[in-house]
């Protein structure tokens, strides 16, 4: 994934967290709102583990959001939440994140 499209600013997630929209699968939480370009961020609690799954987990995340950029629109600042679970796999990912964007309207 593009370092261009990442979110890493405190105050950018802080400002997504306070006043974004919500939308919730089983195994994520999408933060989000409208911007003028697309950039994505993921925030794994320490409530998943040490830093070697914390890492893993958005290891996975990325390469899900990554088969999904070219479809989206983009105008949006996104903030993926993981939901604490024993196991996390990437196609799993894929589907909620595809759940996710269908349900918020986020395809072209």
Partial sequence: MACDIRL?????????FKKGKKIFSS???L???EEKELKVGFAVSKKHGG???RNRIKRILR???R???????QNFFFVFVP???EEYNLSEIKENMDYIFKKGNFYI
């Fill in 31 to 33: 933060y989000f709102i």
């Fill in 27 to 29: 195994k994520l939480t």
């Fill in 67 to 73: 088969s999904f950029t070219p479809y989206l629109r």
């Fill in 8 to 16: 890493k600013k405190e105050k950018d997630f802080n400002l997504i």
């Fill in 83 to 85: 939901k604490i679970s």
């Fill in 63 to 65: 390469e899900s959001f």
């Fill in 51 to 53: 830093s070697v799954e």
